[in-house]
């Protein structure tokens, strides 16, 4: 065989991105390498660089890069020629999905959900939620909250509230009327004042509302946590004003905040929930809407998508669900991780008052605010330079998003908060 020329000039390996792929691209620019391989919670770039991921896919990677557990059912499943693509007919994987979701997640909670599997996205599960409501109620309008975030879609960009990516949309964003998030007044209006005050007035001029859309934890709105008694305090809301309540889990579902659903620590039903990023637990695209039984008046059809039934999506779905959640160890472990998360947070707020640090979240989905908005992106840059992954959150970016694999080791969690201290300290010379 001949060899192969060796080629006149070396080519910088990273040129046909800027060439060839979309301005729209946007994490690469904070992290302007290319990853080729990826293993638990590291990823090693093409130079054999290897980082720590404190990003985790924006939660789609609770369990890790290439999960070993996840991988070895997905491989047999390829290797047998098990279904790949199959719209929504019935096949044995996802029949393996339903019952393992129903014994392992459904029944153990007393919670009685309709599954809809809508296109493979986080924004597909809202879109078909907020369709739902609507059709259901017959109302169109629709309440969300500050700082919310639920897909770039138009309904899901409606009742979003950046308005960088609102922007983006190029037409007017309707039927949607925010309502402020816990603690957007710093803890100092009572609960829902404004919310009760103009359903209940006749002179509000507030259309009738199909449903609530909600976070728990609102991720890219800046890991804020709503409190259990606030979430209680909205479910009774929309029980009292026959308003359907419909949580969007897409990213703080899956484990995130410790319990599967992150709504279970205020002992909530939500008509509807939206779950997706993480459920598939390998990376793999797939979606679901879940439907209080007598709300699910859908016709035939009438919601659909190309790719809903990603089969080998289903397969690593039912390992994950089996390998973690058939007992409380990944839930309590998240929670012990969480803990030791943010006491680093909050030394770091001790010890740097200048810099007018707060440690946020819940469970293993941490932030660190900044008084000076621009800390938390030169935060994230100084952390990647030390090998560190992590990303921003906020209105104004302005929060340092800790959110590592629900399986990350004790020993590369330690690594990594050491790494993300320096980095912060680094920004407040
Ligand atoms: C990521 C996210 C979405 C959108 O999911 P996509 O898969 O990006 O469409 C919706 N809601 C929340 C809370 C999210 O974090």
Redesign the pocket.
């Known amino acids: 065989m001949p060899k192969l020329a060796e080629p006149a000039e070396t080519h910088d390996p990273l040129s046909i991105f800027s060439e060839r792929e979309s301005q729209v691209r946007s994490y690469c620019r904070s992290w302007p390498v290319a990853f080729d391989t990826a293993v638990g919670s590291r990823m090693t770039d093409i130079d054999g660089k290897s980082y720590l991921d404190f990003f985790a896919g ?3 990677l609770n369990y890790g890069h290439n999960n070993p557990a996840l991988k070895a059912p997905l491989l047999d499943y390829l290797a047998r020629d098990g279904v790949v693509h199959g719209l929504d007919m019935h096949t044995a994987a996802k029949a393996e999905f339903l019952r393992t979701f129903t014994d392992v997640v459904l029944a153990p909670r007393g919670l009685d959900y309709k599954v809809q599997f809508p296109g ?7 879109e078909s939620a907020l369709k739902l409501a609507r059709k259901v109620t017959g109302k169109e309008a629709m309440i969300n909250f500050t700082n ?6 138009l309904g ?1 960009l409606s009742v979003t509230g950046n308005s960088m990516k609102r922007g983006g949309a190029g037409i007017p964003l309707v039927h949607a009327t925010p309502m402020p998030y816990d603690n957007y007044f710093d803890g100092t209006v009572p609960d829902f004042l404004w919310f009760e005050r103009v359903l209940e007035d006749a002179g509000s001029s507030l259309n009738e509302p199909a449903a609530v859309i909600v ?1 728990t934890v ?3 709105g800046g890991i804020n946590p709503a409190r259990a008694e606030w979430l209680r305090g909205l479910a009774d809301l929309c029980n009292r004003h026959k308003i359907l309540l419909i949580v ?5 579902g899956c484990g995130r905040t410790g319990p599967f659903f992150s709504f279970e620590i205020a002992g909530i039903q939500p008509d509807i929930v ?1 779950i ?2 993480s459920i598939s637990g390998y990376g793999l ?1 797939m ?1 679901l809407t879940l439907i209080k039984p007598e709300l699910d008046v859908w016709g035939p059809g009438e919601h659909n998508g190309t790719f809903r039934g990603n089969n080998p999506a289903f397969v690593t779905a039912t390992a994950a669900l089996r390998e973690y959640w058939s007992d409380d160890r990944l839930e309590r472990s998240t929670l012990a991780k969480g803990e030791t998360v943010d006491a680093t947070l909050r030394g770091l707020v001790e010890t740097l008052p200048a810099l007018e640090l707060a440690a946020k979240g819940r469970g293993l989905a941490r932030g660190l605010s900044f008084g000076d908005h621009t800390l938390a992106d030169k935060t994230a840059a100084a952390a990647f330079e030390r090998g560190l992954l992590l990303e921003t959150a906020g209105p104004e970016s302005e929060v340092a998003k800790i959110m590592p694999a629900l399986t990350i080791t004790d020993g590369e969690l330690d690594e990594g908060l050491e790494i993300f201290a320096d980095a912060v300290r680094s920004v407040a010379r």
């Open positions: 924006a939660g789609a493979p996205t986080g924004t597909n599960a809202v919310a975030f639920h897909g770039m879609t899901s976070e609102q991720g890219e969007d889990d897409v990213q703080m939206c997706s990023k695209p979606a």
